[in-house]
């Protein structure tokens, strides 16, 4: 219900789902060495709405902190709901602009021993923070486009609608990031190629593999696993360029191969591994494992070749389809691997580089 819901929402182009403070404060415990003496950009949030703002402004000064860059769109349905924004409108009428709150300094103003969203605030109104309009606060649009060179690292929930043109720009500007996604974007055809040519990889992920997420839309709140105001998302994953202890972690691989335990696939010259725990120690040819196997894959230890999903056909470049064998097969639907005349899921297609040899 979740996904469908989160389907729906995409379609209507209304997918503002934002991040729970603590979910983000678990994720960027592992990153801290990453951002000292560095500029950060959230150019998908509103500055006082957004947890991801609140983290990096409350730990300003222990990461490190060069400078804080926060923006937001034009007429955002979030905008505002916590500081009401003077820019100088003679007639005091409510609006919701577009702006940017550029932090460069965060002290303890306010003098009660702790630096907390009440300095900030204060802050705002200091020479060497600054808070400005933007013509749309689009992470497309040129402003923020100059902003995004400026940026180290980028960290945000982007619209999962436009995840494929924002990881795009991303890559385009060589730009170091911690990003939400869902996680069956690693499959579409724009950013799967990233993947294998490790430009992208996946972080320390959700608790469970999903999330609660912040909603201003009442029409897509779940019935199941509900909380007030809030969208429980399945298969949604933390996407990164940033090196993490645990991708040089190896997959401890104890099961051995055997044709009748592990199927050729009528379509690929591979064989169907279902569970990643299940990746055969001793198989040096190619295996198709769940999208998954992803969360645990390091490149010293196994190389990707391409997916065998429903695109698959579509998007392989022909040397590709020949090196992994690959022959249309009725069921198969534009590429996903076929066992004895049976559809499977999605699946990555793996070589063990170093497969034991006794």
């Not at 730990?59 to 926060?70: A, D, E, H, V, Y």
């Not at 779940?222 to 202890?245: C, Q, Y």
Request: neutral net charge; charged residues 25%; hydrophobic residues 35%.
């Amino acid at each position: 219900m979740a996904n469908k819901n989160l389907n729906a929402a995409k379609t209507a182009k209304k997918d503002e789902f934002y991040t729970q403070l603590t979910d983000i404060e678990r994720e960027l415990q592992h990153y801290w060495p990453h951002f000292r003496d560095k500029v950060v950009l959230c150019n998908c949030d509103d500055p006082y709405e957004s947890n991801f703002f609140k983290y990096f402004a409350l730990r300003f000064n222990q990461l490190g902190l060069k400078k804080l860059i926060c923006t937001c769109y034009n007429g955002s349905p979030v905008q505002g709901n916590e500081l009401q924004l003077d820019f100088g409108d003679e007639d005091r009428q409510p609006r919701k602009p577009a702006y940017k709150v550029e932090i460069t300094e965060v002290k303890d103003l306010n003098g009660d021993g702790a630096v907390d969203l009440g300095d900030v605030r204060i802050l705002l109104q200091n020479d060497k923070n600054i808070l400005s309009e933007l013509k749309t606060g689009d992470f497309r649009d040129p402003e923020c486009i100059e902003l995004l060179k400026q940026a180290d690292i980028v960290v945000t929930n982007p619209p999962f609608s436009l995840f494929r043109e924002y990881v795009g720009q991303l890559i385009e500007y060589g730009k170091k990031f911690l990003i939400v996604g869902n996680q069956g974007a690693i499959i579409y055809k724009e950013i799967f190629p990233h993947v294998i040519e490790n430009r992208i990889w996946l972080g320390y992920g959700f608790k469970g593999g999903a999330a609660h997420f912040v909603s201003p839309y009442e029409d897509i709140a779940t019935a199941t696993d509900h909380k007030e105001g809030m969208i429980r998302v399945s298969g949604v994953h933390w996407f990164t360029n940033l090196d993490i202890p645990k991708r040089n972690e190896e997959i401890d691989l104890v099961c051995k191969y055997s044709p009748e335990e592990y199927p050729q696939y009528d379509n690929y010259n591979a064989i169907n591994v279902n569970k990643t725990q299940d990746i055969p120690c001793n198989y040096a040819g190619l295996m198709g494992v769940p999208i998954t196997f992803l969360d645990k894959y390091n490149p010293n230890q196994f190389e990707i070749i391409w997916q065998a999903s429903g695109n698959t056909r579509a998007s392989a470049p022909t040397e590709v389809l020949k090196k992994v064998g690959y022959t249309i097969h009725p069921e198969d639907r534009g590429g996903c691997g076929v066992v004895k005349g049976k559809r499977q899921y999605s699946r990555i297609l793996i070589r063990n580089k170093h497969p034991q040899t006794r």
